[in-house]
């Protein structure tokens, strides 16, 4: 079945750096890969997606870029505030079985003040 | 206020105990999940549910039985609880299927002692 890794597991970045979370997956058959975050003691919130038919998302300081040949995506986070301070989870669902995301084990980002 | 919203926050009970954990969404989403997150945030999906049918049922130990009155509604019972069932689960829903952003609930965590 599918599988999904994410790097590094863990980030420590200083306010105002840029970090870039990668993740890879297996399944070829995959085309949604929907990222979330979730701060410490909240709830998981959506905050970024691309389709496999797309090469590139970009909202506010977040870019998301997509290379299907490589089955790898990474999430670029420009001028990081203390506030982005959160685990981040990368995932991936297949057409065929479109109600079942596989979730990455999650990269935790500690931006110091 | 809409959003998916989970009972009890917390619960503790001992070995060989059921336990029910209830979740509703007022989000008007046709498709309802239950995940479980363990003490290293690893997210693994157990249960899907689209207009209150199962569509997904990961390789749950049995004593795992999820229940739908309707499609606002996802509630999940666990008969004989074992130590290895302490985690946050993790009740969602989404619009249609799981290639839309999903919508999490806080979690309710279980502690089995």
């Known amino acids: 079945g599918e599988q999904v890794e994410q790097l590094p597991s863990s980030l420590i970045v200083q306010e105002g750096a840029s970090v870039l979370i990668n993740c890879s997956y297996t399944?070829?058959?995959?085309?949604?890969f929907p990222w979330y975050k979730q701060e410490p003691g909240k709830r998981l919130q959506f905050i970024i997606d691309?389709?496999?038919?797309?090469e590139r998302k970009q909202t506010q300081r977040l870019t998301l870029l997509f290379d299907k040949k490589t089955k790898h995506l990474s999430l670029h986070i420009t001028a990081t505030q203390p506030g982005d301070s959160a685990i981040y989870f990368c995932?991936?669902?297949?057409?065929?079985?479109?109600?079942?995301?596989?979730f990455g084990k999650g990269t935790h980002l500690h931006v110091l003040p | 206020e809409t959003a998916v919203f989970q009972t009890p926050n917390y619960h503790v009970t001992q070995v060989g105990n059921e336990v029910s954990f209830n979740c509703k969404q007022t989000?008007?989403?046709?498709?309802m999940y239950w995940y479980k997150q363990d003490s290293k945030k690893l997210l693994k999906i157990m249960f899907s549910?689209?207009?209150?049918?199962?569509?997904v049922n990961e390789t749950v130990p049995r004593r795992f039985s999820p229940q739908s009155s309707d499609k606002a509604h996802l509630n999940l019972r666990i008969k004989s609880v074992e130590p290895e069932d302490s985690a946050v689960y993790l009740c969602?829903?989404?619009?249609?299927?799981?290639?839309?952003?999903?919508?999490f609930g806080k979690g309710t965590r279980l502690t089995v002692v």
């Open positions: 549910y689209n207009n209150k049918q199962l569509i």
């Open positions: 969602a829903s989404s619009r249609d299927s799981a290639n839309t952003e999903v919508f």
């Open positions: 691309i389709r496999s038919n797309m």
């Open positions: 989000l008007g989403h046709d498709t």
């Open positions: 399944d070829s058959a995959s085309v949604y």
């Open positions: 995932s991936a669902s297949i057409n065929t079985n479109a109600y079942k995301v596989i």
